[in-house]
């Protein structure tokens, strides 16, 4: 048993580090097994020498964190945890940094997690992203987010944000309107994203002059874009040939990011996802980035993240055979 002592510069700081009811010490007690005390602005952590250890650099964290204004809560609380755990506890003040743009209300929109830190890098790096991961990870908010950015710095003309239009187990038909009314479901995530971004005075501001487009991928056919900043939502659920037609629609001083989740795939069994052909046929090309979010990345309510880890664990133990190649029928006239 050993000790280890933590001077915080100020109490303020030490009130943001312990959170509601001293939640994120008790957390950072339990994950380690250590016992952690206070006097004044100093913090005394007591444990076996390797938990003594990890739960210093834990808190030594959370206190550089809060110096800077950050805010702690539980998710950054439960992400710092499992850096420290690997020893990349240091790379979580670098993310502080990287503010990508700024909400309607203010608030600043940044990286969570070191996937995610990647992801905003390669977009701002490359022509043509490729953002790959489970539900959660920030693929589409983030993009948008770069989106707005480029848009308020004038590098990019047009914001257009697509999806395919296809079925999660629903019937388009059933749904009221004309076709533009039966899309709009679709495209939904899409306009709550620019709504927290642009605000919906803005936003509709801008999508009246054509600076912003939100339509199906089936739109896209024929158009050449130049100057834009492209998004292409929900991946997985794009056919061969419609990610090559989107792939091939990029213009001059355009850039592209494609999104997708290849575990959530809605396309009929013979059909092949354009976002896993995608993957490896563009895998190393140049100015063109593939980035894989993982359950780490996760940044919704907690559950999310034991779901997604969940369902990984059982699809390795219950591997899915190939889907059968549709049946072919011969026609033989009759005699």
């Known amino acids: 048993m050993i000790?280890?002592?933590i001077n915080a510069e100020r109490v303020e700081c030490l009130i943001d580090v312990f959170g509601s009811f001293d939640e994120n010490i008790k957390r950072i007690e339990?994950?380690?097994g250590v016992r952690i005390t206070?006097?004044?602005?100093?913090?005394k952590i007591q444990g076996d020498e390797e938990a003594a250890d990890q739960g210093a650099?834990?808190?030594?964290?959370?206190?550089?964190?809060?110096?800077?204004?950050?805010?702690i809560d539980e998710q950054k609380v439960r992400y710092l945890i499992s850096l420290v755990k690997t020893g990349n506890e240091d790379k979580v003040s670098q993310m502080a940094k990287d503010v990508v743009c700024v909400t309607a209300r203010g608030k600043p929109v940044k990286a969570k997690t070191i996937g995610q830190?990647?992801?905003l890098r390669a977009i701002e790096k490359n022509t043509v992203t490729i953002g790959v991961g489970p539900a959660g990870t920030g693929k589409t908010y983030l993009a948008v987010a770069e989106a707005v950015n480029a848009f308020r710095a004038k590098t990019v003309n047009r914001i257009i944000l697509t999806r395919p239009a296809v079925e999660a187990g629903e019937r388009l038909g059933f749904l009221p309107g004309d076709l533009q009314n039966k899309v709009d479901p679709y495209l939904r995530p899409l306009y709550d994203a620019l709504f927290d971004m642009l605000g919906p005075e803005t936003y509709n501001k801008y999508l009246e002059r054509g600076n912003i487009e939100v339509a199906p991928l089936a739109y896209m056919r024929g158009r050449t874009l130049d100057d834009s900043f492209i998004i292409l939502d929900e991946a997985q659920n794009t056919t061969r040939e419609q990610m090559k037609m989107f792939l091939t629609r990029l213009g001059f001083g355009?850039?592209?990011v494609?999104?997708?989740?290849?575990?959530?795939?809605d396309l009929p069994s013979d059909k092949v996802s354009g976002l896993k052909e995608a993957v490896r046929v563009l895998e190393n090309m140049e100015d063109i980035a593939i980035c894989r979010l993982t359950g780490a990345d996760v940044v919704r309510h907690q559950l999310v993240q034991q779901i997604v880890a969940a369902y990984e664990r059982f699809e390795q133990a219950h591997p899915q055979p190939p889907a059968a190649p549709g049946k072919k029928f011969s026609y033989t006239k009759r005699k």
């Open 117 to 119: 830190q990647k992801y």
């Open 254 to 256: 355009s850039k592209i």
């Open 57 to 71: 650099r834990a808190l030594e964290a959370l206190l550089s964190l809060a110096a800077k204004g950050e805010d």
């Open 3 to 5: 000790e280890k002592t």
């Open 38 to 43: 206070n006097r004044g602005t100093e913090l």
């Open 258 to 265: 494609i999104t997708g989740d290849v575990t959530q795939i």
């Open 30 to 32: 339990s994950e380690f």
